[in-house]
């Protein structure tokens, strides 16, 4: 949460925009919904997100873990250097975690 916070790490929800209304997301994450992590994701694309960077260790979540999972193997296989798997949102929040509603 501290390198979060810091903005040492990005933070990417990778949940659809429905599961986010319903609860929120980490505060100070991306929105990055599975189905279009390779096109905002992926460093040779014209839509990959500005806040990206294959350099700066990137965190993702969703609800359980699994489709955050198979997005950190999209951003490995990407070239992203240091890919981390949260696990799911309640992760973030039991672990005392910013909550933004959107």
Known sequence: M?????GE???????????LRASGTAKGA???PLATVKMKC???SPECL?????DKP????????GRS?????????????????LGGFNDWVSGGG?????
């Open 69 to 85: 999972a198979g997005a950190a193997q999209m951003l490995v296989e990407m070239g992203y250097k240091e890919v981390y798997n």
């Open 9 to 19: 790490i990005t933070l990417i929800d990778v949940r659809d925009g429905m599961e």
């Open 30 to 32: 991306l929105h990055v």
């Open 2 to 6: 501290a390198k979060a916070a810091a």
């Open 98 to 102: 910013a909550v933004v509603r959107v």
């Open 42 to 44: 992926d460093p040779s």
């Open 50 to 54: 500005k806040e990206l960077s294959v």
């Open 58 to 65: 990137v965190v993702l979540f969703c609800a359980m873990g």
